[in-house]
Each structure stands twice: as C-alpha cells, then as structure tokens.
C-alpha cells in the first residue's frame, strides 16, 4: 500500500484475487481502463461546473424514460353520487376547433392562431394527408356545446373539451373516433353553440330541395348516440345547414344552375324530426349543391365542373316566394362546355377560395381575380381541369389578417392548400410543406 499508494479497499481487492487472475491482467487493458476513468471523471467534473450542461442532460434522461416507459393515462374520474361532473375539472379556456374535408377533428388553444401583420408570412396550421384540406374552423370555448350535422341528416353533441387536444401542426383524429357515426355518414357542419336559446334557429337543407327550419332549443338534449335533425328520403341526403336569427334571406342553388332566393320568414319552424318543406321545385335530374344566407352588399361565386366561375352580387337575386321553379343563375346553354354546378358560397373581394378536382388536385385563388358578371352569363375559366376529371369540391380558405395584431383574432372558415393565380391547375397538396399564404 506504502509503495504503490493503495487504498484498503484497494489493497484487499488485490489480496481477494486468486495468482492465475493476477498473472492474466494486461498492462495495455488497464491503462485503457485508466484513460476512460480519466475521461469520465472530466465529465463529470464539467457537469457539475456547468448547470446548463447538466439540465440538458436530466432532459434527456428523462425523455428516455418517458419514451420508454410512457403511456397515456388509462383511468378515468367519473362522477360519484352526483357530486361534481367532469367539466368541473376542465378549466375553461378558448380554442379554436378544425375539421377537415375527410373528417379529421382537432382542438388547440385559440392563441395558437395569433394575428399577424399584414404580409406575413403565416404559420402551419395543420399537416394534413394527401388530397385533404381544412374546411371549417370555428373559435369556442371548452365549456360550450359543438354540433355536427351529417349527410344522413342526424345531429351529434358534444362538449369542445371533448375533442382531443393535437399539436399546431397534427392532422387531428378521425372523427369516428368519438362521433358514433356510421359507415359512409360524413360531417356536413359544425357550429359551436354556447346555450340552446329559443330565439335561434338551425336551417337544413337537402339535396331534393326540402327545408327545414328548428328552434335551437329543440336540440338540448343528453343522448350521445345522435339526434334526428330531419328525416330524409332513402335518396336524400343533408346538403347544408346553418344557425340563423329566423330573419335571414336564403339563397338555393343547384345543379343544373337555377337559384331561389326567399325569406326565412316563409319556413316555419317545426320539431326536430319532421321532412320540411319544399323550397325549390327541381327538375328532371337536377339537385341542389348549396345554401346560403345572405346581406346586402355580398357577392354569390358559382363554380362548375370544368372550372368555371363568377360573382355576382346578392342584389341581383330577386326575392320570390319559397316552393317555386327557381330562376337561372348560370348560362344553361353552356353547360356542355362548362359542366354542371358544384357549389355556390357567399364571398367578398377579401375571401381565398379553394377548389378541389377529382384527383385530389387543389387550387386557391382570391376572390377578387373571379370575374363579376350577370346572373345568367357563363363565367370565367378559374381553374384548368384535365380531361376525364372534374371540380367536386370548394371551400372558403382563412383570409389573411390585414388590421394590427389583436389579442383575439377573429377565426372564420378554413381550408389549406397551395395557392395560384386565376385559371391555375393547381399542385398536389404536400401535407408536409409549410403553406406560406395560410396566416391564422
């Protein structure tokens, strides 16, 4: 120990060891072992030195341990004899709620969304899969009611808490997922409801022209397999519907271009499972596509299957009696060229509009490069559309803040997508790719 500067514990490990051990050890082995203590020493030294260093380290630690051994949590508090309920033990905050067209849902906090400076660049706000894009984003808060229509005409509720909090960027989850929907029912709409008033109203409308107006109040109730909204035909399906004051003035397009445009006041209310009544009088192979409520000074864009457009001021709609024929909206002898309609929406020169092909080919254009025209003209090419494929879908894009930051920005109707100029063939959506026009 004097000669060698031994420890006991040292010196006895030595004596523990049996000749033949002894004899085995090589000098290079040990000075090895000697370099690496060397270096793990150091190591050591400088995390205690460094506190930064060593945060970074416990960091890393413990997100080893997290991906190893993380799961999420698998119990539930339930309500005991009444005494509290589990909203009582979710704090109430705002978020912005997004859905896509294939059905994907997902909640963030609403500041997520901040206003920016107009010319921003725009943020992420959702990667979404190929030939999907956002279409509704409503603001609410987690203690208030959300409300999904389906194309067979049923209603489902349930608290914004409810839908599962994702990432800015995550494409959300599948609807199905806590919506107990059948096979093929997709969502139509969705509209955030804080309390369901009496003096409000929800407006449905079908494929074959029926419509339907309902107190909101006739839809508090606790089932959470789904409510009848309207009963429909074996061939019908729900088109649209939307929240109204019971004063509003509808406009119903179809297919085949004809428009009606009538007062709420002309639909009575009626319970939550009655067919409605006729709004339109179609024919022979013609459906509607759209339903809006209108104000003055709005613009109404008609989209065809070939990608042809125009706005076309709401003023130019006469108000006539609901029930009857309709009147034109589009240039019916053009149809061979221009294809039927796919859709009409509400739009001011500030709005960004998308429009989706049949190969999943997106395009998004500003409102303001569509031409306005008459009620009867033929429009203008918005959109190139390859031969055998056709425009089946559009949606109203978020429009890019233009006032100063605010603390809370309005949030409107969403969709993403890349953006061209008018009369573009668009891109293929790059659910990976940062949208640089998209600014929430």
Not at 334 to 360: P, Q, W, Y
Not at 370 to 384: A, D, E, P
Not at 389 to 413: F, G, H, S, W, Y
């Amino acid at each position: 120990m004097k000669k060698f500067g031994l420890s006991d514990v040292q010196a006895q490990a030595i004596l523990d060891m049996q000749l033949r051990r002894l004899q085995g050890l090589e000098r290079e082995k040990i000075e090895a072992e000697y370099e690496e203590l060397i270096k793990k020493i150091a190591y050591y030294n400088s995390l205690l030195e460094n506190e930064r260093l060593l945060m970074g380290v416990i960091k890393q630690e413990l997100l080893e341990i997290k991906e190893k051994y993380g799961d999420p949590r698998r119990t539930k508090i339930i309500r005991d004899e009444g005494e509290f309920e589990e909203e009582d033990l979710v704090e109430e905050e705002s978020v912005a709620i997004t859905l896509t067209h294939l059905g994907y849902i997902k909640r963030v906090p609403a500041d997520t969304y901040r206003a920016q400076r107009r010319g921003g660049r725009g943020i992420t706000g959702i990667t979404t899969r190929e030939n999907d894009f956002v279409k509704d984003l409503v603001m609410t808060s987690t203690h208030d009611y959300l409300m999904f229509f389906t194309n067979t005409g049923k209603a489902h509720k349930i608290k914004a808490y409810e839908v599962p909090e994702a990432a800015r960027t995550a494409k959300g989850t599948p609807a199905i997922n806590f919506l107990n929907l059948l096979q093929r029912e997709r969502i139509t709409a969705m509209i955030p409801v804080k309390e369901f008033s009496s003096e409000k109203f929800l407006v449905a409308v079908t494929k074959s022209g029926m419509i339907k107006k309902t107190s909101l109040d006739n839809f508090d109730t606790k089932r959470s397999t789904g409510l009848i909204a309207i009963s429909l035909h074996d061939d019908d399906s729900l088109i649209g519907i939307k929240e109204s004051t019971g004063n509003n003035i509808i406009i119903i397009v179809t297919k085949k271009g004809k428009y009606i445009s009538f007062s709420e006041r002309d639909v009575r209310p009626m319970g939550r499972t009655a067919a409605g009544v006729r709004a339109i009088k179609l024919e022979k192979d013609d459906e509607v596509v759209s339903m809006e409520l209108v104000e003055a000074g709005q613009q109404l864009l008609v989209v065809t299957e070939n990608g042809f457009g125009k706005r076309t001021p709401v003023e130019d709609y006469k108000v006539q009696v609901r029930g009857g024929k309709g009147v034109l909206t589009y240039d019916k002898a053009k149809f061979k060229r221009t294809g039927n309609l796919i859709g009409a929406m509400v739009v001011d020169k500030k709005d960004e509009v998308l429009l989706i092909n049949s190969d999943g080919i997106i395009i998004r254009i500003r409102a303001e490069e569509v031409s306005v025209l008459g009620r009867t003209t033929q429009g203008v090419k918005i959109m190139r559309v390859e031969e055998g494929t056709r425009i089946v879908a559009m949606a109203k894009a978020i429009r890019d803040e233009e006032d100063e930051p605010e603390e809370q920005p309005e949030l409107k109707k969403a969709a993403k997508g890349g953006k061209s100029g008018k009369g573009g063939k668009g891109a293929k959506k790059d659910s990976g790719e940062e949208d640089e026009q998209l600014t929430f």
